[in-house]
C-alpha cells in the first residue's frame, strides 16, 4: 500500500535525520562540526576534530540509524516498506531538516543499510524454501532449487 511505504520512509527519515555527530562534538566540546574540516556532521569529520571515541561512536550511531529503521518497520510490515525505511534514513542522514538539509554523506547509514537489507531478504527465502513443500509446481517454477 501506498501509505506503507510513506509511513516507512518517514519513518527512516525522522531516525536518519538525528545527527549524531554533531550532538556528540557540541556536547564533548560545545564546539560545532560543521565549522571544522569538510564542514559534514559524518564519522570521519568527527575523526579530523581529534576526537577518536566520538568519531568510533558517530560511526556505530549511524550505521545503527539505517538498521534499527529497516528491523522495526519489519516486525509490521513486508521487506519491501522496510527497506525503503533504510532508504529514508540515508536521505535523512544526508539531508537532515534539523539542520537546514546539510548533513553528512551518508556512507555510514548507507553501508549498514546495505548490508541488512539482503541478507535479511536472503534469510526471508530460505525460510520460504524450506517451508513450501516442493510438491507445489507453481513454486518449484518460481525457487530454484
Known amino acids: 500500500m501506498p501509505i506503507d511505504l ?30 571544522i574540516g ?27 540509524k539505517g538498521t534499527i529503521a529497516f528491523f522495526i518497520v519489519c516486525l509490521w510490515l513486508p521487506p519491501e516498506s522496510a527497506a525503503l525505511a533504510g532508504f529514508g534514513a540515508v536521505v535523512g542522514h544526508c539531508f537532515p531538516v534539523w539542520l537546514r538539509f546539510s548533513g553528512g554523506k551518508g556512507v555510514a547509514t548507507g553501508m549498514a543499510v546495505i ?21 507445489l509446481s507453481f513454486l518449484n517454477f518460481i525457487i530454484p532449487k
Open 115 to 135: 548490508i541488512v537489507v539482503p541478507k535479511s531478504v536472503e534469510l526471508l527465502y530460505d525460510l520460504f524454501k524450506v517451508t513450501v513443500p516442493p510438491e
Open 38 to 64: 569538510s564542514g559534514n556532521i559524518g564519522a570521519t569529520n568527527v575523526l579530523r576534530s581529534g576526537q577518536k571515541k566520538l568519531a568510533f561512536l558517530t560511526l556505530i550511531l549511524d550505521a545503527l
Open 6 to 35: 510513506a509511513v516507512s520512509f518517514s519513518f527512516g527519515y525522522i531516525l536518519g535525520s538525528i545527527p549524531f555527530g554533531f550532538v556528540l562534538v557540541y556536547l564533548a566540546t560545545s564546539q560545532d562540526i560543521r565549522t
